[in-house]
């Protein structure tokens, strides 16, 4: 006897218990059936969720208010966070990022290897910020017209315009500086995607 179950469409909105976080730190939350996840979320949280996308009982969706924020939730550092797609885990306590880093190691190891084992837990970066060592940033015209530099919003290829970042070292901040000066003290265009 199948159960009747009502499907959530795009844009509804529901209220969800955050269960466990995925591989990229997205919340998961199960409803009618439908494993949905929601980023920028943490495990014990009930949520407000829009529906931004269901096809096979996969959804993605958006939090729209926090009901009940979970202890490991944290103010980012970052103002740019959740619009640019370069962090996903600043809303997360330091401690419990490093337990989650240990279980998507754990877990990617039992589903695509079938290895079952226990992960240390990972080791604590003298630097909480500015420890990325790598820099690479796209250069744009946004809609005016306009140079950027800075990261890619999640999925897309809209300019988050930035001059500096949480997690890059100050040195960063010095290159895009002069890239910003040089462009515009010699009229240099970006590349127009469109």
């Not at 466990?20 to 998961?28: A, V």
């Not at 829009?50 to 009982?57: G, H, I, P, S, Y």
Request: hydrophobic share 35%.
């Amino acid at each position: 006897m199948s159960e009747n179950v009502e499907i959530i469409q795009k844009n509804s909105e529901f209220t969800g218990l955050i269960e466990s976080l995925g591989s990229n730190g997205e919340g998961i939350v199960h409803k009618n059936g439908t494993v949905f996840f929601a980023p920028f979320t943490v495990v014990g949280e009930k949520v407000k969720l829009r529906t931004l996308k269901v096809k096979n009982r996969i959804g993605y969706a958006k939090a729209v208010e926090i009901l009940t924020p979970a202890d490991e939730r944290v103010r980012a550092k970052c103002p740019l966070f959740t619009r640019c797609g370069g962090c996903q885990l600043q809303h997360i306590r330091y401690s419990a990022q490093l337990k989650l880093k240990s279980k998507t190691v754990e877990d990617t190891l039992r589903k695509i290897a079938g290895i079952e084992t226990e992960v240390p837990l990972t080791i604590k970066s003298e630097f909480q910020y500015e420890y990325r060592n790598k820099l690479q940033v796209p250069v744009g015209v946004d809609k005016n017209g306009e140079n950027v530099i800075g990261f890619y919003a999640e999925r897309s290829h809209r300019i988050i315009p930035i001059t500096s970042c949480a997690i890059h070292p100050e040195w960063a901040e010095s290159i895009i500086s002069v890239f910003y000066e040089y462009m515009n003290d010699f009229g240099v265009s970006a590349y127009d995607e469109n």
